[in-house]
C-alpha cells in the first residue's frame, strides 16, 4: 500500500502533472485510489462508459483495440478522454500477471482541475500530444483516436432540447450539423446547457480549417469550456479560459503544422436569463451575423460584437453585450456552410434568404424553423456543399 508521500512523489514524475504545485500534489493524492489485479483481469472494457483514469505503477497491461494491441507499464496512463467526456471506452485494457494501478475518477477530477488552470493545461497538452502523435503504435494516430468522426459527433449535444423554469417549458432549442463532405471530422462546434435553475448557457464556434487539426481544437474547447463552467461561467471568464488555451495550443509547441493557416477559432458564447428577461453574448471574430428575432417589434437584429478569434492574442478582453429576451423571441445560430452554401451558378444562399426565410416562419417550433432552414439551403445547392454546417434555433415559448 502506498503512503499519501509516495503516490505524491510518483504521480510528480507523470508529464500530466510537470506544473503541479505541492499543494496540488496532496489534493490528488488524496483522491487517487491504489487498485490491484491479477493476469487476465479486465481493468477497462471497451464500448463502456468510461469515468475514469489510471496510471501504472507496478506490471503491465495489454491494450486491444480495432483487432490491434500493444502493451504499457510503469507510469504510463490510461483513459485520458474519460477525463472531458463520458462516452464509451475506444479500447480494452487486459492485466498482463499482477498489476498495481492508480485510479482518480472524473468527478474527483474535475474538482481539482475546475479552479486551477496550470492543471488544466498540463492535462490538455498530454491529451492533444497523444492525440497527434503516433509514438511508435500507428494505431494510436489522431486519425484513429477520431475514426469515422466519433469524437466529433459525441461531443455535440441532443439535437432537441426542453429547458423549463419553474416547473413550466420556457425554451426549445433544436439543432443539426454536418461536417465537410471530405471530412470526417470538422472545426464546427456548439452545445447548449443550464447553468442554473433560470439560466441556459449556448456556444457555437468555427476553427478555421477542417480535419482532424480542427477536430482536435474542438476537443480542447470543449473540456476547457465545461471545466471553467463548473467554477465561473460568466461570459468574461469563459472568453478568457478559453482565448488562452487556444493560444497556448497554437503558439507553445501543440500545434507545429507551420504551411496551415493558424486554427484560430471564431466562437460565440450566449447565456440566457430568464428571470431578468435578457440574452447577454460575446463574439470573438464570428464573422457571420447571429440572428435575434424579436417577437414585439417583428424585426431581425444581428447580433455583432468586434473582437479577434481565439487564440489570437494571449491578452484579450471580450466585449459583452445585452438584449431583452421575450416571449416568442427567436435566436437563430450558425456558421458559415450554411449561408455560402453555392448552387450550381456558383450563387451563395446568403444572409438576405436566410433573414427573409426567418421572418416567414417565426410561427413554427424550433425544429419547424430549423428543417425549413435545411430544406431551403438544400434546395438551392441541390445537396452540394463545401463547408461544415452547423445551425441553433432557441425559441421562447
Known sequence: MLTTEEKMVFLKEMRLFDDASVSDMSNI???????????????????????????????????RRSGMEFQLGPKDCIGEMAMIDDQPRSASVISIGD???????????HRIIQSNVRLLRSFLKVVVE?????????DYTMKEVIKAGVIQ??????????????GKPA?????????????????????????????MGIVIGDVMGHGTHAGMIVCIAKGCLHTQIMSDYSIPKVMSSLNEIVYRFIYTGLSDQDDLIPPYMNFCYFIIDLQSHTVSYSNAGHNVPQYHYC?????????????FSLGRFVDMEYEVSELRWEKGDILVLYTDGIVDAENKEEMPYGSNRLE??????????????????????????????????????????
Do not use: W
Request: charged fraction near 25%; charge should be negative; glycine fraction near 6%.
Open 29 to 63: 493524492a488524496d483522491v487517487v485510489h491504489e487498485v490491484y489485479f491479477s493476469d487476465g483481469d479486465a481493468i477497462i472494457v471497451e464500448g463502456d462508459v468510461g469515468d475514469s483514469l489510471y496510471f501504472v505503477v507496478h506490471g503491465k497491461v495489454t491494450v
Open 99 to 109: 498489476t498495481t494501478l492508480l485510479r482518480i475518477d472524473r468527478d474527483d477530477f
Open 130 to 138: 497523444k492525440l497527434r502523435t503516433s509514438s511508435v503504435r500507428e
Open 153 to 166: 459527433m459525441s461531443i455535440l449535444p441532443k439535437p432537441d432540447f426542453l429547458f423549463s423554469t419553474e
Open 171 to 199: 425554451l426549445e432549442v433544436s439543432s443539426t450539423y454536418y461536417p465537410h463532405p471530405g471530412e470526417k471530422v470538422s472545426g464546427d462546434y456548439y452545445d447548449y446547457f443550464p447553468l442554473s435553475d433560470h439560466q
Open 295 to 307: 417577437a414585439e417589434t417583428e424585426n431581425i437584429n444581428t447580433l455583432e460584437t468586434h473582437a
Open 356 to 397: 427573409a426565410l426567418i421572418k416567414q416562419n417565426t410561427h413554427l417550433s424550433a425544429e419547424g424553423i430549423k428543417n425549413t432552414i435545411l430544406e431551403e439551403v438544400d434546395r438551392h445547392c441541390q445537396g452540394t456543399y463545401g463547408d461544415d454546417r452547423s445551425l441553433i434555433i432557441v425559441k421562447m415559448l
